[in-house]
T-cell receptor, first 114, second 120 residues
Framework: GENVEQHPSTLSVQEGDSAVIKCTYSDSASNYFPWYKQELGKGPQLIIDIRSNVGEKKDQRIAVTLNKTAKHFSLHITETQPEDSAVYFCAASRKSGGSYIPTFGRGTSLIVHP | NAGVTQTPKFQVLKTGQSMTLQCAQDMNHEYMSWYRQDPGMGLRLIHYSVGAGITDQGEVPNGYNVSRSTTEDFPLRLLSAAPSQTSVYFC???????????????????FGSGTRLTVV
């Protein structure tokens, strides 16, 4: 099955700095890589995603990059703000029984200090 | 537009009791799943369903049952609660990702707000 490793487990930055979270995956058949943000007491929310035929995708202050050869993908947040503080999860979708099932990383707790 | 609705939000059970966690979605999503979230363990898949009448096991299925009689509902049953099942449970849904070309936004999950379960 798929195995997704996520680093770091905790990331502390000053407001305005950039934050980078990295994930690696094991199954070369995985072709969809979403990122989720989970605020305290809430369910995870999809913030950005990328498919395997794309190397980079941006949405305002967040961007994702994908290196299929190396089997790793990253989330980049620029000009961080206190409201970016949350737990972030990466996922890689692998095929299982005719459907693509995501496997999640263990999460990164991002703390943005004002 | 309610999205994914989970009930109850909080529950305390005694060891050996059974209960059902409810999950309903109103987006006509084919795919539904249950995850448990424990500190340091991320989100682990319990059971999932790719459509009404079809269910399958995930990574940690022991002690849980599911059924999918309608597209909208996907209840999770704890047969005989154990302290190890103390966790936060999330239900999620999406359009079914079969690998065929399609709008990328169709494959992202919509999560419910979770059920915090404590087994004493």
């Amino acid at each position: 099955g798929e195995n997704v490793e996520q680093h770091p487990s905790t990331l502390s930055v000053q407001e305005g700095d950039s934050a980078v979270i990295k994930c690696t995956y094991s199954d070369s058949a995985s072709n969809y890589f979403p990122w989720y943000k989970q605020e305290l007491g809430k369910g995870p929310q999809l913030i950005i995603d990328i498919r395997s035929n794309v190397g980079e995708k941006k949405d305002q202050r967040i961007a994702v990059t994908l290196n299929k050869t190396a089997k790793h993908f990253s989330l980049h947040i620029t000009e961080t703000q206190p409201e970016d503080s949350a737990v972030y999860f990466c996922a890689a979708s692998r095929k299982s029984g005719g459907s693509y099932i995501p496997t999640f990383g263990r999460g990164t707790s991002l703390i943005v200090h004002p | 537009n309610a999205g994914v609705t989970q009930t109850p939000k909080f529950q305390v059970l005694k060891t050996g009791q059974s209960m059902t966690l409810q999950c309903a979605q109103d987006m006509n999503h084919e795919y539904m799943s249950w995850y448990r979230q424990d500190p340091g363990m991320g989100l682990r898949l319990i059971h999932y369903s790719v459509g009404a009448g079809i269910t399958d096991q995930g990574e940690v299925p022991n002690g849980y049952n599911v059924s999918r009689s309608t597209t909208e509902d996907f209840p999770l049953r704890l047969l005989s609660a154990a302290p190890s099942q103390t966790s936060v449970y999330f239900c999620a849904s999406s359009y079914r990702h079969t690998g065929s070309p399609g709008p990328i936004y169709r494959y992202g999950y919509t999560f419910g707000s979770g059920t915090r379960l404590t087994v004493v």
